[in-house]
Structure formats: C-alpha cells, structure tokens
C-alpha cells in the first residue's frame, strides 16, 4: 500500500509560483497513476493534474483546463515523488492541494482510493 504526504503550499502573491511536492512510500509507486486535487472552502474537489504510468520511464500527463500553460506534473521515480509546479498563481488557485493515488488514473476524484493529507496553498490579490 502507497502512503503519501504533500508538503510546498504557502502563501504567495498573485503571479507568484509554488512548487507542492508528494513523497510516496512503497514499492510499487512506479505503476501507480498519481493525481493532484484541490478543494476550495464551500467547493467540491476538483482535478488538477494527473500522470499515469505507461512504460518503464513514459508517463503520460493530464491537466484541468483551468491550469494548463501555468502548471506541470512530474515524477522523479528514484525519489518516489511526484511535483507539481504552479506558476503565475492567482487568487482562485487558493485551496487545499492533494495528492491521490490509483492504478489506472483518473479525474473523478471518488476513483483514487488512497490520498495525502493535503497542503494549504494560499494566494492574495
């Protein structure tokens, strides 16, 4: 079983960028599909980023159209974590980020059965 913490968020202007980071434990993180969510207060939770596993070193990443061009996925697989780089944040990126876990992937958040804690990301105006 995969555990995960985040860990990154904070406080930041807008246009300001942050970097949230995922560690997994486990063995077999390399095939597992990993996910980050956000959830704003009186919100639901929404995707944000994906990737999921292909081949040996071939992931495939996924985005929410809200974010695409501002934020990038990566994997780092001999450090079992995933990154999420978000760049030119703005006031509605405030939320509680997680980062999910599953075998195939997904951007319905009731599909990932194992979550992080979660990390606050805040942005002022």
Known sequence: QVQLVESGG??????????LSCA?????FSRYAMG???????????????TTWRSARIYYATYADSV????????????NTVSLQMNSL????????????NAYGSSVPAEYDIWGQGTQ???SS
């Open 24 to 28: 997994a434990s486990g063995r077999t």
């Open 90 to 101: 703005k006031p509605e990126d405030t939320a509680i980020y997680f980062c999910a876990a």
């Open 36 to 50: 980050w969510f956000r959830q704003a207060p009186g919100k639901e939770r929404e995707f944000v980023a994906g």
């Open 68 to 79: 695409k061009g501002r934020f990038t996925i990566s994997r780092e697989q001999v450090k």
């Open 121 to 123: 990301v805040t942005v």
């Open 10 to 19: 904070g406080l930041v202007q807008t246009g300001g960028s942050l970097r």
